[in-house]
């Protein structure tokens, strides 16, 4: 005589990693993706998001030079990018938190230009490019976020040139944490 099955050996399982792998589950979501971005179109992203890969601190995600492959959402953590200068040194290029993108830097050339460098134990979802410019003439909604996204990059960029140029050293720190703090704001 068989033993009864219990009730919950019955019930389908659920994919906890899958789950929590997704964007929609993702609490940095509504920063790197569009607002309003339909279900099926949500789908359509999960479906192309490569791996999620922690990188621990002190340790590269990629090297100038490198072949440009993916971009990397930011899930946990912090990023510095960098270049080495003339005389060795590195040049700090840029910060980058929870919510945004790194790579956009080698999408012209498909070669990266500065080494990005996790600050603590940090995790990134990988974005095959190839497939997320695919997902784009299906999705304009998502064309024209990423758009925004590198344009307020650049924009950023171009505001910390023009302060770097015509600041002090204790002014330039200022300027930094009140770019912190409204990043942080952003977050929450």
Same mark, same amino acid.
């Given at each position: 005589?068989?033993?009864p099955?219990?009730?919950f050996?019955k019930?389908?399982?659920?994919?906890?990693?899958?789950?929590?792998?997704?964007?929609s589950?993702?609490?940095?979501?509504q920063l790197?993706?569009?607002m309003?971005l339909?279900?099926e179109?949500m789908?359509?992203?999960d479906?192309?998001?490569g791996r999620r890969r922690k990188i621990p601190?002190?340790?590269v995600?990629y090297?100038m030079?490198?072949?440009?492959?993916?971009?990397?959402?930011?899930?946990?953590g912090?990023?510095k990018t960098y270049?080495?200068?003339?005389?060795g040194e /590195?040049? *700090? @290029?840029?910060? =980058?938190m929870?919510?945004?993108l790194l !790579?956009?830097d080698?999408?012209?050339t498909?070669?990266?230009?500065c080494?990005?460098?996790a600050?603590?134990?940090s995790?990134?979802?990988e974005?095959?490019f190839p497939r997320?410019?695919?997902l784009f003439s299906h999705?304009?909604t998502?064309?024209?976020?990423?758009?925004?996204?590198?344009? /307020?990059? *650049? @924009?950023?960029e =171009?505001?910390?040139m023009?302060?770097? !140029?015509?600041?002090?050293?204790d002014q330039?720190?200022a300027?930094?944490l009140?770019?912190l703090a409204s990043r942080?704001?952003?977050r929450?």
């Open positions: 005589m068989s033993q099955v219990p009730f050996d019930q389908p399982s659920l994919d906890v990693s899958a789950l929590r792998a997704s964007c589950a993702c609490s940095m979501h790197c993706l569009p309003g339909a279900e179109d789908t359509r992203l479906a192309i998001i601190r002190d340790g995600l090297r030079g490198d072949a440009f492959t993916n971009l990397y959402a930011i899930r946990l912090h990023f270049q080495i200068n003339y005389n /590195q040049q *700090i @290029t840029g910060f =980058q929870a919510g945004e !790579g956009m080698a999408i012209s498909d070669r990266h230009h080494d990005a460098v600050l603590e134990d995790e990134v979802c974005i095959p997320l410019e695919e999705i304009p998502l064309l024209h976020h990423f758009h925004r996204m590198m344009s /307020q990059e *650049i @924009t950023r =171009q505001s910390v023009l302060l770097l !140029g015509n600041m002090r050293a330039r720190f300027a930094f009140v770019n942080y704001s952003a929450g």
